[in-house]
């Protein structure tokens, strides 16, 4: 894969996991459906949209077999800002878990 579409497909991840990351930000405490739209939510979607588009397009240009491997890179993400943001327990297992993730994103994307 050239390497911008790899930054581009990167950039993906990261719009997608921070999208995830600001959707949590903005449920914390959200009761009512009103409660629910609000600045958090609304820059998540914002984040969440950019990364779809960018996703799309590098769809259009790459194979999926070589694409869609990156959106596990989204659970590891999300994992560790779930830890680091909002002191979401971390297990061994869980930690395993990401590893395998990561190491399978590995195992499938080199040369």
Do not use: D, H
Not at 11 to 27: D, E, N, R, V, Y
Request: aromatic fraction near 14%; charged fraction near 5%; proline fraction near 5%.
């Amino acid at each position: 894969m050239p390497s911008g579409y790899l930054l581009i497909l990167i950039t993906s991840t990261l719009c997608a996991a921070l999208g995830q990351i600001l959707f949590k930000a903005g449920a914390r405490n959200a009761e009512t459906l009103w409660e629910f739209l609000n600045l958090w939510i609304m820059v998540g979607l914002f984040a969440y949209g950019v990364g779809t588009v960018l996703w799309i397009y590098v769809l259009s240009r790459t194979p999926i077999t070589v694409a869609y491997p990156f959106t596990a890179l989204t659970f590891a993400l999300v994992y560790l800002a779930g830890a680091l943001l909002f002191g979401e327990p971390v297990t061994i297992r869980a930690i395993a878990g990401v590893i395998l993730i990561l190491g399978g994103l590995f195992l499938i994307t080199a040369p």
